[in-house]
């Protein structure tokens, strides 16, 4: 279980850190503020996570492979987009740019809210339902919280469809089922939940009531 929660952080790494680098790169920032956005994204909710654990030092700083793959990601999309600027026309961002932003923070939500229910378990004796899906939800959505703030953008998780509410109920889910069929299986079916209730959302334009 170790080697496969590695590899999906690590695939949940690459994939908040392209979504914060891009917003990064939207919003004029130098390199600098790429990497810093990107590798925020992508380890901000972890480092809530550990904190909130008791383990100290995160594991951003104890573990830095996290933030090396972040700066790698941040530094290869500003490269990228830096020699080709036209990939930021009109016609690109039309087509491309809003699923490429789409999936990649919707598999980085999905990958991580699990990630995050497994290191609570880790860490806790017993079961505690709440306790556990709490975790996982912060995990999935702080990174992007702090990004949003830090790109002057109010968090993507109080106006935006249905996002916060995905990676509930795959935190549910993966709790629900990681007692019955695995800690795998269930990290897994709590992912596919998370992504599907989000691609749906976002296909269909589902959203919270709201004051209009």
């Known amino acids: 279980m170790d080697t496969f929660t590695f590899i999906l952080e690590i695939i949940g790494t690459i994939a908040f850190a392209s979504s914060g680098a891009m917003i990064a790169i939207e919003k004029k920032m130098d390199i600098f503020g790429v990497n810093i956005l990107g590798a925020t994204t992508a380890v901000g909710g972890g480092m809530m996570r550990d904190i909130i654990l008791g383990v100290t030092p995160p594991a951003a700083f104890s573990k830095p492979v996290y933030v090396l793959f972040s700066v790698l990601t941040a530094t290869l999309l500003f490269t990228i987009v830096y020699t080709n600027p036209s990939i930021l026309d009109s016609g690109f961002k039309s087509k491309y740019y809003d699923t490429i932003m789409l999936l990649c923070d919707t598999l980085g939500l999905g ?58 109920a795959g935190g549910a889910a993966c709790v629900i089922c990681r007692n019955s069929v695995g800690e795998a299986a269930g990290a897994i079916i709590g992912l596919i939940v998370t992504v599907v209730i989000r691609l749906l959302a976002s296909y269909f334009h589902w959203n919270l009531w709201r004051i209009r």
Not at 115 to 142: E, P, R, S
């Open 111 to 168: 990958i991580f809210t699990v990630v995050g229910i497994q290191a609570a378990a880790n860490v806790m004796n017993k079961d505690n339902a709440f306790f556990f899906v709490f975790v996982g939800v912060l995990t999935g959505v702080g990174g992007g919280v702090v990004r949003d703030i830090m790109a002057g953008e109010t968090p993507y998780i109080l106006v935006r469809e249905i996002y916060a509410c995905a990676s509930i």
